[in-house]
């Protein structure tokens, strides 16, 4: 079957770094994506990796192992406006996404 | 990057009654036009593909009869909910690839909240 874990809910403290979980089962897989989503808005793109290793972009970077199913987003300085839901979403072999239910990060003070 | 415009952004109606979304892609062509629901809390749920020039496809459980979609060009779907009941007040979220760039990337549309009392 095709299915994606994550964590609930994580906490972290502005200007500390956090790592964000993903483990993932896709038949034929084409890639891991990450989206933020802030509540009442539409997810906005954050990464993309297709090969295994780590891509970074800025304060964050993402890391896929494909032998493994694992996935990670990492985000550096963290700020308060980074409180929001992670989304992981892995590509099938027909292109669909399949999500997981996302990570809501709380970021304190 | 690339732009998605989803139209109305919030709609409120009254049961029983159709309502009518829109999802424009703005600057660049997609075949393919992905809706999604999110209730409170819960992760996008995909209710259904939208292909231009043919029929959606619908994922298990979503009825294909209550959420009618039209792909009439490359660049506008549309998902018209039907007979609307309170249990449909949702976020309807649309997302479009772009054939050309053929990044993977998904570009979503801001989101339309639909309350239906």
């Known amino acids: 079957g095709q299915n994606i874990d994550q964590p609930t809910e994580m906490t972290a403290t502005e200007g500390a770094i956090v790592q964000i979980n993903c483990t993932y089962q896709t038949s034929g897989f084409n890639g891991l994506f990450w989206y933020q989503q802030h509540a009442g808005e539409a997810p906005t793109f954050l990464s993309y990796n297709v090969l295994d290793g780590l891509e970074e972009k800025g304060r964050f970077s993402s890391f896929l192992s494909r032998s493994k199913g694992y996935s990670y987003l990492l985000l550096k300085e963290l700020q308060m406006k980074d409180s929001a839901s992670y989304l992981c979403?892995?590509?099938?072999?027909?292109?669909?996404?399949?999500w997981g239910a996302g990570t809501k990060l709380i970021i304190k003070p | 990057g690339a732009v998605v415009s989803q139209h109305p952004s919030w709609v409120i109606c009254k049961s029983g009654t159709s309502v009518k979304i829109e999802c424009r892609s703005l600057?660049?062509?997609?075949?393919?036009m992905f809706w999604y629901r999110q209730f409170p809390k819960q992760s996008l749920m995909l209710m259904a593909t939208s292909n231009e020039g043919s029929k959606a496809t619908y994922e298990q459980g979503v009825e294909k009869d209550k959420f009618l979609i039209n792909h009439a060009s490359l660049t506008l779907s549309t998902l018209t909910v039907t007979s609307a009941h309170p249990e449909d007040s949702s976020f309807y979220i649309c997302s479009a690839r772009d054939i050309l760039r053929d990044t993977g990337e998904l570009f979503f549309g801001e989101g339309s909240r639909l309350t239906v009392l």
């Open positions: 979403a892995s590509m099938d072999s027909n292109y669909q996404l399949i």
């Open positions: 600057d660049f062509q997609a075949t393919t």
